[in-house]
């Protein structure tokens, strides 16, 4: 484990005019650790998420990241350019809707290859190899390449939402509910596959879930939220082996066994 | 009165002409960047032109000669309204001889004859935002022309190999302009993309319906995008100008019968008339001749 | 000798919010330790809270007083209070666990369950295989579920992959937690000689047995743990 963490979140809170988005949220993500977020609808997570991954503002505090020159760069501050190459190079965003987060009227190739472009990648027969393995990685088949995602199952469109986020190798990336809308087996498939990538790649995730299943099998660590509050956190098998506040009790009896 | 009294010089009144030629000036002095302008109504339906019109109004003098070429034709219905237009608002000179003219607006195509220093080409511009075909937020394309953000523009050209198996965008080709905007040439062919580098002459692009403005101030890089392992080409044709025999330059094709004949000749009618009448013929032209 | 193991003055209770706020207290003055090549085995009748002090040990239970101090890489780490992220690295490189149950994930094979915790550690794929596949062997499993994922395994299948995942490593401390409630008499005789070669190397073994015939064979020393019920305490 490295010696510094990636991300430091030093008590951001968002307001929407008078209403509480999320409020004096701090913690560190380091590198390699998986950290769910979860908590019921208007609890605060995918605000938490949004200021953390500077699709939003916070109302205060400070979210810094640990650039790969080794500084810490507090995002607010960061020029919209430099900010926005790091969204597409050492991040990556993977939205709950597929179509949000892909560019549905071109082809599987080219939703992957777009970030390699984006950073100057100018031979045509090495994006499309590149292409290929991550589609392989992603278990879609080859002959889907220029098939538009359109023409995609939802499981499938969520595989390449994932490997067109992976393909420059981000260090960290963001998920807002992203087995949300899929049947239960193709989310088992995504699931493991995410897992699996998480490990292979020591990528640190900050996962939004409302699935305590989700977080169990992908996390290291948990925070519970409910009204904009972190209302306990700590590692994943405690929270849900013994959780201690009410509304994790509640939230972790909640859970339909099979 | 007279019908002329009825008008300002070249339609546009003084204030508006002002606004169009500040609009010219920021954009030449960011050669490529996309100037917002107070577009006018004009006595023509968007996709006529009104962009171009509305840059030539605010650029013309009395003394300028005026060329109108539509798909590099000057009798064309659109070329011939518009110069008829200029004619009657502005009273200026026309002709259809390129060397000739001071100011040419274009539809969709560059002259054959090399622009010379002091002309002013003036492109119609349908869609000026050449990130449009895949973004289609305006605050977006905006943000990416300012971060210079282009990869978008290369994913076009891979759609276009992955389906093609090579680029087949053969107008409207993207070009990156001074090394900074990336700009749309407007619905030219590619083939005039290479004339655009380094011209002697000024290039302005009118949009009327959205409102822009660009150019490419003379002596200026004009780079077509492409691919390591895809440059880019022209496009080539096997044969010459069936009327004046003219070689590498851009042709149209000419059906002639219901039988599936046809004939390619040049686009560009200026130049094709001229080369006839300093004696070269096309294979066509020779056997007509040869029939009579 | 060295001692990897102490656990001093823990205390554990449960606060039922959904029950009226009920505070169920489970253990209080917990302390012990365990010695390197020593296996101790929790003893007293069910529901005193032998599990609970396993769990706490591995920190899927927080702790209400005390301190759980392990050696870890030549230093002393308080598991009651680490942070997360030290727990798991505790977990990775010095503390193992062999749950009573399998918890199955998805698709991969029994195999790559049983090598992930040398993955992990950043053991190569084949290497990490071959040990995987020498455990299996040891433990009956039939090589052809080797490939298949456990989820659909019998009880004693299962049992038999998660024992096999928490002896891959050279954990120096290991947590046992009835790892031979289903296994037949044979498999289970494998498991005895198992934590036999641990506790030769070295291995700090603290175990949960119901059947005598293994805690005897196993255990160097019985802790009742009803000691350190409260329950024992009012009766």
Known sequence: ??????????????????????????????????????????????????????????????????????????????????????????????????????RMTVSAGANVGERLMAVGDRHYGNIRATAT????????????????????????????????????????????????????????????????????????????THDLAVARLLSHRMMVMKDGLVIEQGLTDRVLDDPREPYTQLLVSSILQV | MTDLATYNFAYLDEQ????????????????????????????????????????????????????????????????????????????????????????????????????????????????????????????????????????????????????????????????????????????????????????????????????????????????????????????????????????????????????????????????????????????????????? | MPTPLVVSEVAKSFTMHLRDGIRLPVVSGVSFSVKKGECVVLGGPSGVGKSSILKMLYGNYAVDAGQILIEHHGHLVDLAKAAPRSVLEVRRDTLGYVSQFLRVVPRVSALDVVAEPLLARGAAQDEAREKASELLAKLNLPRELWQLPPATFSGGEQQRVNIARGFITDHEILLLDEPTASLDAKNRRVVVEMIAAKKAEGVALLGIFHDEEVRDAVADRILDVSAFSPRKAAA
């Open chain 1, 133 to 208: 393995d991550w589609l392989r990685r992603v278990e879609i088949e080859e002959d889907r390449i220029d098939d538009q995602p359109r023409a995609f199952s939802g499981g499938m469109r969520q595989r390449l939402q994932i490997a067109r986020n992976l393909v420059t190798s981000p260090r960290l990336v963001f998920m807002d509910e992203p087995t949300g809308g899929l049947d239960v087996s193709v989310q088992a498939r995504l699931l493991d596959l995410v897992r699996g990538l998480v490990h292979d790649l020591g990528l640190s995730a900050i996962i939004v």
């Open chain 2, 16 to 292: 508006t002409k002002r606004m169009i030629r500040r609009a010219i000036l920021k954009a030449i002095s960011i050669p490529g960047y996309q100037v917002p302008f107070a577009s006018r109504e004009m006595p023509m339906p968007y996709g006529w032109g009104t962009g171009g019109v509305q840059v030539t109004a605010a650029i013309l003098g009395p003394d300028d000669v005026l060329k109108v070429i539509d798909q590099g034709a000057d009798d064309t219905t659109n070329a011939v309204s518009i110069r008829a237009f200029f004619q009657k608002v502005a009273n200026v000179a026309v002709t259809t001889k390129t060397r000739e003219a001071t100011i040419i607006q274009t539809r969709h195509r560059i002259p054959e004859e090399t622009l010379t220093a002091g002309q002013t080409l003036v492109y119609q511009v349908p869609i000026p935002e050449p990130l449009r075909f895949l973004e289609p937020r305006e605050t977006e394309t905006r943000k990416m022309h300012a971060l210079e953000e282009y990869g978008l523009m290369h994913v076009k050209l891979y759609e276009d190999i992955a389906r093609n198996g090579h680029i087949a965008t053969t107008y409207a080709y993207p070009v990156k302009v001074e090394g900074r905007y990336v700009m749309d040439p407007s619905p030219t062919p590619k083939f005039d993309n290479p004339k655009m580098h380094m011209s002697e002459a000024l290039q302005l692009f009118g949009a009327g319906r959205e409102k822009r403005i660009y150019a490419v101030p003379p002596y200026t890089e004009v780079v077509s995008l492409d691919f390591e392992d895809h440059p880019f080409e022209i496009q080539h044709f096997d044969k010459p100008c069936a009327l004046c025999g003219a070689e590498h330059v851009y042709l149209d094709e000419v059906v002639l019968d219901d039988k599936g004949g046809r004939m390619f000749v040049c686009s560009d009618t200026d130049h094709c008339e001229d080369r006839r009448e300093h004696g070269h013929a096309g294979h066509l032209l020779a056997q007509q001749e040869a029939a009579e």
């Open chain 1, 1 to 102: 484990m490295s010696a510094v963490p990636l991300l430091k979140v030093n008590d951001v809170s968002k307001f929407y005019g008078s209403r509480i988005g999320c409020r004096n949220v701090s913690f560190e993500l380091w590198p390699g650790e998986v950290l769910a977020i979860v908590g019921e609808s208007g609890s605060g997570k995918t605000t938490l998420l949004s200021c953390l991954s500077t699709r939003l503002m916070p109302s205060s505090g400070v979210v810094e990241y640990h650039m790969r020159d080794g500084q810490y760069r507090d995002l607010a501050r960061m020029g919209e350019a430099e900010r926005r190459f790091l969204m597409r190079t050492d991040w990556g965003f993977v939205h709950q809707n597929p179509a949000d987060g892909l």
